[in-house]
């Protein structure tokens, strides 16, 4: 055999052997931009209408073509988390990477069908947010980490929601809410003196059930959305 096709055959079976164990090299995945957990309300407060609203809600904001096209350039982890008492935090839909529209497509659908974890807990959000401290260790490599809280109710158990979320904060996490006001607006101050906190941290009022479609949207465009200038 000449030198010449000894080489040619060296690259041939080199090539074969990256191509059947798996160690092809290609071009790495853009870093993910952002890590989500959207955190549902469950507790006693929440009917199942309620609850319907909330799921259905979220569904139809992922499948926004506008945010499923934004999910899938930012590469988002999403992960849905259900919570209600002290020990009641659920990881619902575990993290995902929203690297295609397939993949939001799915999402959605998973969440719009999710079944209620519990119906029947007190308001416990500082263990939420206790609870959700340790989920963005599975999710290192995504510069920004946000935590989403949606609930129509004040703290009535478990550990200070001050104190939780101060620890978020110092991690880099940025707390956003949807407070589901029915009347008044009693939950949506204590969501911001209380809930949010870290870079643009914000909360969207929901003013009842049947206003949570839009509200879901609109926190959604702002934290996936930047404005043009």
């Known amino acids: 055999m000449r030198s010449g096709e ?37 507790s006693a407060s929440i009917t199942s209408d309620e609850y319907l609203y909330q799921m259905q809600g979220l569904a139809e904001a992922l499948e926004d073509p506008v945010i499923a096209n934004a999910l899938v350039k930012e590469q988002t982890a999403l992960t849905v988390v259900q919570w209600s008492g002290v020990s009641d935090q659920d990881i619902s839909v575990p993290w995902q990477r929203m690297l295609s529209p397939e993949h939001v497509a799915e999402f959605a659908r998973t969440t719009h069908a999710l079944p209620r974890k519990w119906s029947g807990g007190y308001t416990a959000i500082g263990s939420m947010l206790k ?99």
């Open 6 to 42: 000894g080489a040619e055959l060296s690259r041939g079976l080199s090539l074969y052997i990256l191509i059947a164990t798996g160690i092809w090299a290609v071009a790495p995945l853009r870093a993910c931009e952002l890590a989500l957990v959207l955190a549902v309300d469950v």
């Open 131 to 229: 609870f959700a401290d340790r989920l963005y260790l599975a999710v290192p490599d995504c510069r920004r980490l946000v935590l989403d809280v949606s609930g129509d109710g004040i703290i009535n158990a478990g550990v200070s929601t001050r104190a939780a979320r101060n620890r978020l904060i110092a991690k880099g996490v940025t707390i956003n809410g949807i407070a589901i006001d029915r009347r008044g607006d009693a939950v949506i101050q204590y969501f911001r003196a209380d809930i949010i906190g870290g870079a643009d941290a914000f909360v969207i009022p929901a003013r009842g059930y049947a206003d949570y479609v839009r509200a879901i949207r609109e926190k959604l465009f702002r934290e996936l959305i930047k404005p043009s200038s």
